[in-house]
């Protein structure tokens, strides 16, 4: 579990702070404008979708520890190639750019979806919400790093390269760093062996049998439903909000950095506090006052056209985000018994990969056409659907299952 932690970290560093910072910037220097900057997330967002099911029935077949470490290679392999498209003739170039970041996220499907299940096989009952909510402020921690790194690192290489921050290669070579970070958070988990958590076999077996093996479609199917309007409205603000910043308001590269790094910094409490938010209020209030902070806190950057007002929206919804990450991901989990909890993790993941594959597509041309604050908006309204659809399903007094849910 630790060491599963130390990748969780380097992949935070790597994947959600200097990709995420620079990614879509990169893009932007090749010359594509948002349509393709979307159809290219929408890409990689559809091939994530599509192999999360196969990913959860693999992890089964092959062990979750296993499918980590193929699927963080596979990650590692695919955004390395990447920024070769910059040498590519530009008949070719798309088609590349298309091509590799399928294999990322092919990569990153393996490795989200199987470490639901390997993080409950290494953890008990007693520990399982405070590991989580560690994980999700590792994560952010990182990125906080990696976003500042981002920011900082295009100038530097800009003036090494003797180029202007107009030109693509400032934004491929910290790129390739991130790329190569991710070849360590493989390694890590090299030592690592799947495990059960103390307690697991036993709950296993004194789990009633109707529970245990009737396949519970309708919870794959809330549970999806919810991550797809939850995640379709996060989505469309983490995959436009840096395409927003340099071309919406015009923002030099390191603001955007320190903007996504204060944002990842904030999540780090809000991550670590939702234990205690467990244990006051219960799963269902806890996710659901959460996600609707996500949707209210989007408002500013549909509203206010400016880039302080958008930096506060950003941050603040980011902050809800990583609050009710642990606690959505540790809910669903428990909704089911241990056999259902890789095809759990693959529902969980599909709906929020298939909102985002749509929304990335969409969100481009919605740009172009109606602008960034109608995208905004709709991102608001995706995430409070999201936040009622949960409550609605799952209301209860102290965040108990409702008796439909129990065996």
């Known amino acids: ?91 070719w170039r798309l088609g590349w750019l298309l091509i590799t970041t399928v294999l990322a996220y092919l990569g990153f499907a393996l490795y989200l979806v199987n470490s639901l299940p390997f993080l409950m096989g290494t953890t008990g009952p007693e520990e399982r919400n405070h590991v989580f909510s560690v994980h999700m402020a590792l994560a952010p921690l990182a990125a906080f790093v990696g976003s500042v790194l981002a920011g900082v690192l295009p100038g530097v290489f800009a003036s090494l390269l003797g180029v202007s921050l107009q030109d693509a290669a400032p934004y491929r070579l910290p790129l390739w760093l991130s790329a190569l970070i991710l070849v360590p958070a493989t390694l890590v988990l090299l030592p690592t062996q799947s495990a059960k958590a103390p307690g697991v ?13 009737r396949v519970p479609y309708g919870l794959f199917v809330v549970i999806a439903l919810f991550m797809a309007l939850r995640f379709g409205g996060r989505g469309t603000v983490a995959t436009f909000y840096n395409v927003y910043l340099d071309r919406g308001l015009g923002i030099s590269t390191a603001l955007i950095g320190v903007l996504s790094g204060a944002s990842q910094l904030l999540s780090v409490p809000a991550a670590l506090a939702a234990p205690w938010m467990l244990k006051r209020w219960g799963n269902p209030r806890t996710i659901f006052w959460g996600t609707m902070g996500m949707a209210l806190c989007t408002l500013p950057l549909a509203l206010v056209p400016h880039w302080t007002a958008a930096g506060f929206g950003f941050a603040s919804a980011t902050s809800f985000f990583s609050m009710t990450s642990g606690p959505v991901r540790v809910f669903s989990q428990e909704l089911v018994a241990p056999r259902w909890r890789a095809t759990m993790a693959s529902a969980f993941m599909m709906g929020a990969g298939l909102a985002f594959s749509v929304v990335s597509l969409v969100g481009g ?43």
């Open 1 to 91: 579990m630790r060491l599963f932690l130390v990748t969780a970290a380097l992949v935070g560093l790597a994947w959600d702070g200097i990709r995420t910072v620079l990614l879509n910037l990169y893009l932007l220097r090749l010359g594509y404008g948002p349509e393709l900057v979307g159809l290219v997330n929408a890409a990689g967002a559809l091939a994530f979708a599509v192999l999360c099911l196969p990913a959860g029935a693999m992890g089964t077949r092959w062990g979750s520890r296993n499918m980590l470490i193929a699927g963080l290679s596979l990650l590692a392999v695919g955004f390395g190639l990447l920024p070769l498209a910059e040498f590519m003739a530009s008949s």
């Open 201 to 213: 076999q036993a709950s296993a077996s004194s789990t009633p049998l109707t529970r245990a093996s």
């Open 365 to 407: 041309y919605a740009i172009v056409t109606l602008g960034y604050n109608t995208l905004f908006l709709v991102a608001t309204g995706l995430m409070a659907a999201g936040g009622l659809f949960f409550w609605f399903v799952f209301r209860v007094r102290r965040g108990e299952l409702p008796p439909r849910f129990l065996p």
